[in-house]
């Protein structure tokens, strides 16, 4: 039974660039949640995705954005890249929203951005 | 937006001793508390959660209790060994209107062998 997968594993991106980094979750899971998890810190909540619709964004610029697609894998897009947003993005899949059944949050390997 | 806090950062304890980790939250709507253990250069792993409407959950060597009024949860580690050292994170969550998980500063948890 394959897990939650990401791609790339890794990437390194020029200040100013823009990068897209791709999830696909757990067969059967609808729910879709990004965190961005910085060197020595817990990951921090982007953004999550249930059934193609945005449910929940986190504190983070415009310049982050995301979107679900029909088969329920999801893009993170970041523009106009700094160098702070070096970090591990981590993609979490789960059957349903939090607060009812099937909202447990199962990870990904996650993918390594390097902004030089 | 919710404040989490876990105590200590860093744990040290002989392998066979239990472990306890602490984590304070802010939000009284939160009504969903896993804990996850990551190790280095890996995924968080979900490791025990329990809900608002529960105490106490245990799995094995693992254990999570509630306490709701005081807002705050607790990880119980008994007979520990060297493979649960690791960071662990503490990530309230999921009450009405609030679909992330708000995760901890992590605690760095030693086995000595």
């Known amino acids: 039974d394959a897990g939650v997968t990401q791609s790339p594993t890794h990437l390194i991106k020029t200040r100013g660039q823009h990068v897209t980094l791709r999830c696909s979750p757990i067969?059967?899971?609808?729910?879709v949640s990004w965190y961005q998890q910085v060197l020595g810190q817990g990951p921090q909540f982007i953004f999550q995705?249930?059934?193609?619709?945005?449910?929940g964004r986190g504190n983070f610029p415009d310049r982050f954005s995301a979107r679900q697609f029909p088969n329920y894998s999801s893009e993170l897009n970041v523009n106009a890249l700094l160098l702070g947003d070096s970090a591990l993005y981590l993609c979490?899949?789960?059957?349903?929203?939090?607060?009812?059944?099937?909202?447990?949050?199962?990870f990904g390997p996650g993918t390594r951005l390097t902004v030089t | 937006g919710e404040n989490v806090e876990q105590h200590p950062s860093t744990l040290s304890v002989q392998e066979g001793d239990s472990a306890v980790i602490k984590c304070t939250y802010s939000?009284?709507?939160?009504?969903?508390f896993p804990w996850y253990k990551q190790e280095l250069g890996k995924r968080p792993q979900l490791i025990i959660d329990?809900?608002?409407?529960?105490g106490e959950k245990k799995d094995q060597r693992i254990a999570v209790t509630l306490n709701k009024t005081a807002k705050h949860f607790s990880l119980h580690i008994t007979e520990t060994q060297p493979e649960d050292s690791a960071v662990y994170f503490c990530?309230?969550?999921?009450?009405?209107?609030?679909?992330?998980?708000?995760f901890g500063t992590g605690t760095r948890l030693t086995i000595i062998p």
């Open positions: 979490a899949s789960s059957l349903a929203l939090a607060g009812g059944p099937g909202h447990e949050q199962y």
């Open positions: 067969s059967g899971h609808k729910s």
């Open positions: 995705y249930y059934e193609k619709e945005e449910r």
């Open positions: 939000d009284s709507a939160s009504n969903y």
């Open positions: 329990i809900r608002s409407n529960v």
């Open positions: 990530a309230p969550g999921g009450g009405f209107g609030n679909e992330k998980l708000t």
